[in-house]
């Protein structure tokens, strides 16, 4: 079982309003976290109990947070996770 620190390295709040007809309010949160010898990277939308995770050892810490700053910016979902590390960390994810 992997064990992960209590404060994140980064933490990043994605707020989104109401557009009636096209979106609800609602906002994503970014989480970067140490765990054991691996980086944990956390997408949450608010409407869904728990967060979309995935662990690298392919990054260190501070291209990592670098990576979270561009994730929060470009407003990438958590359903797109997956690609934009992959992308990033090849196939250590």
């Not at 933490?11 to 609800?24: C, D, F, K």
């Not at 609602?26 to 054991?36: A, F, N």
Request: glycine letters at 4%; one cysteine or more; charged letters at 25%.
């Amino acid at each position: 079982m992997k064990s992960v620190q209590e404060a994140p390295l980064a933490h990043y709040v994605r707020e989104y309003s109401a557009l009636p007809g096209l979106q609800q309010a609602h906002r994503v949160e970014y989480t970067l976290r140490r765990s054991d010898t691996m980086l944990c990277f956390s997408a949450r939308r608010s409407s869904e109990a728990a967060p979309v995770s995935y662990y690298t050892a392919a990054l260190e810490e501070v291209p990592a947070c670098r990576l979270l700053c561009y994730l929060y910016e470009n407003s990438i979902g958590p359903e797109q996770l997956r690609d934009v590390l992959s992308d990033f960390c090849g196939r250590t994810l």
